[in-house]
């Protein structure tokens, strides 16, 4: 069954970096469009990045240019790369997975969509 694993996540200054990771396993990987979500607590999700197969790319408003999303299909790795983090920006990231049209992907539909695999997250806290 497919399994989707976070890591990279912790406690970070206003200003610094994080790489997240996310794993994934028990299925086709390449074909998947592959994205990052956060979520706090008492709010609805809100869609950090996307990338197809590709490695086309699409980007939530608020990113501006801070966060960089990557894909290795070779190794079945999504990576968020970080930087100048927000205190704004801490929250729970977790990746998801869905085989997707992949206009659909990088246009930007992929960052509403619902994906049927998630994983359980990685805390990132910038103070």
């Known amino acids: 069954h497919v399994q989707l694993v976070e890591s990279g996540g912790g406690s970070v200054q206003a200003g610094g970096s994080l790489i997240l990771s996310c794993t994934f396993s028990g299925a086709t990987y390449s074909r998947r469009c592959m994205a990052w979500f956060r979520q706090v607590p008492g709010k609805g999700r809100e869609a950090v990045a996307a990338a197809d197969a590709d490695r086309r790319t699409i980007y939530g408003d608020f990113v501006e240019g801070r966060f960089t999303i990557d894909r290795d299909n070779a190794r079945n790795i999504l990576y968020l790369r970080m930087h100048d983090l927000k205190p704004e920006d801490t929250a729970m990231y977790y990746c998801?997975?869905?085989?997707?049209?992949?206009?659909?992907?990088?246009?930007?539909?992929?960052?509403?969509?619902?994906?049927?695999?998630r994983g359980q997250g990685t805390q990132v806290t910038v103070s």
């Open positions: 998801a997975a869905d085989f997707m049209d992949a206009y659909a992907c990088y246009s930007g539909s992929s960052l509403a969509y619902e994906y049927n695999y």
